[in-house]
């Protein structure tokens, strides 16, 4: 068995989201407060510092050549909308999500984790305003105690403190109850 990780990721927007689009970056102000016409790919793949860096399509499919990372975009976008219209009617807009696809013995394959609080953004459509940044049940509660904290963003991180630790299982208990339609067995 022979297995190989694609050099890139492809994270998709249905809300506008944070980073660079395939052209621009918009204000950071409206990252998190405009609903976006349609779904944005983002290709992106991991540089030599570790963290994921934009890179437009025409630069994916030269690493990967372009049927390959059509399919990938292809299977991206259906895999989103799919998972989009699935949380919709049950009161979640998936704001952002991130998918990553591998290839073993030539074919292509998902690999890691998909449509959880840590790859994706989900915000609950009742509360969703345009204007400013949204209530969600993802990781960005994490991110904004570390913003507060002025943790520098170097290894090792910080411990989080019980009650954001507390939080934050709350908040991905009640996604999961949202989206299942039962509690989550402890």
Excluded at 65 to 73: C, D, P, Q, T, Y
Excluded at 115 to 127: G, I, K
């Amino acid at each position: 068995m022979c297995g190989a990780r694609l050099p890139f990721r492809l994270r998709l927007e249905g809300i506008s989201g944070h980073g660079k689009s395939l052209r621009h970056r918009p204000p950071r102000r409206l990252a998190r407060v405009r609903q976006a016409p349609g779904s944005h790919l983002h290709p992106s793949h991991q540089s030599t510092t570790g963290h994921d860096e934009n890179i437009p399509f025409a630069r994916a499919a030269e690493l990967l050549g372009k049927e390959l990372a059509e399919k990938v975009r292809d299977t991206t976008l259906k895999i989103y909308r799919r998972a989009a219209a699935y949380a919709e009617p049950r009161g979640i807009l998936l704001a952002d999500t991130k998918f990553e696809f591998g290839l073993l013995n030539g074919e292509m394959i998902w690999i890691d984790e998909a449509l959880t609080p840590d790859s994706s953004r989900f915000w609950p459509a009742a509360e969703y305003k345009p204007g400013g940044p949204q209530p969600s049940f993802d990781k960005q509660f994490v991110r904004d105690y570390l913003e507060r904290i002025r943790w520098p963003k170097t290894p090792p991180g910080p411990n989080l403190s019980p009650d954001v630790v507390a939080a934050t299982r709350a908040k991905y208990r009640e996604a999961y109850r949202i989206l299942v339609g039962r509690e989550l067995d402890a």
